[in-house]
């Protein structure tokens, strides 16, 4: 188990008993970070904000020698504040200013880039074979998780958002300036 950070100028990893380091993955210029790191197929998966660029870590790889980590990088317009997200073998990331991709995330492929309405500073959600990315302004555009771009819905919330939506038990919580909402199934009541 490690606990990883994404600082400012560097990606750390900490046994999460001890507190001790593991490792350090120096040199990542940029002074300001939001987002976290996305893990999946052994990878890591972190942006530097600033729009700096997007790397692709490999764990085993960072813990051997951290200096030939790297497995890709992209560098054409990434985000500030969300996070990237991995659905299978595709990792989708959105821009602030709202430009959405998808990467394949053992090579860095880009599979397509879209721009979407709006601003964003909610980390897309990856949930049953769709991308959930959430404007600030309440706007949630419905996407299949594929190498294709596939638009499915667009919904509107009457209120404004900043935070990254979450799900539980086949619910998605929003929440906006004014309300908590949770879309999902209605709960019957027995009778």
Known sequence: KQLVVMGGNQLDAYDPTTGRQRWRLGGLVGGRTVTGPTYGNGMLYVTRGMRGALLAIDLDQVQKS????????????????????????LLFTVTDDGIARAFEATTGKLHWKQRLKGDYKASPLAAEGRIYFLNTEGLCTVVSAAAKFDKLAENQLPDSTLASPAVSQGHIYLRGRKALYSIGPRERTAD
């Open 66 to 89: 951290p200096d030939d980590a790297i497995a890709w990088k992209y560098d054409q317009g990434t985000p500030d504040t969300p996070c990237p997200v991995l659905w299978n073998e």
